[in-house]
């Protein structure tokens, strides 16, 4: 049965891994190809910082597939989860501040679930740690 619940939790995470990875793809992509002038339309943050933020999050999805999936250095997963977890606490918190706070409840979500994924392997990573006797 626990064999059974850890594949469960596994495919979870996987699933929540790719969402997440696609949706830091495409917002990350847009901050990055989008010209300057027009990302300082957008926001009131400097459009060299959003460029900044928009490469966090593509290496952040990188991050959170690249290593799981090569078997290379998988403690990089919960290090990305986490790096994108403080880029969704910034997001929350400006999105908070400039508009409704009802429209603050997406990157709160993506920052829980990116949260989620950081515990989940870090978890996961700790439990396949070999053991020194």
């Not at 996987?14 to 300057?36: C, D, E, N, R, S």
């Not at 078997?71 to 508009?99: D, F, N, Q």
């Not at 829980?112 to 515990?119: E, F, I, N, P, T």
Request: glycine fraction near 10%.
């Amino acid at each position: 049965m626990a064999n059974t619940n850890r594949r469960t939790l596994n495919r979870a995470l996987w699933t929540i891994q790719g969402l997440l990875a696609a949706v830091f793809l495409f917002a990350g992509g847009m901050k990055l190809v989008t010209p300057l002038p027009v990302l300082a339309q957008l926001s009131p943050l400097s459009p060299y910082f959003l460029r900044f933020i928009g490469t966090a999050e593509v290496l952040g999805a990188i991050g959170l597939i690249l290593p799981g999936l090569l078997r290379i250095m998988p403690v990089l997963t919960p290090v990305a989860g986490a790096g994108l977890v403080i880029i969704m606490l910034g997001a929350t918190t400006i999105t908070a501040v400039s508009g409704p706070v009802a429209v603050a409840a997406m990157p709160m979500a993506v920052g829980l679930l990116s949260a989620s994924v950081a515990y989940g392997r870090s978890h996961t990573f700790l439990l396949h740690q070999p053991t020194e006797s």
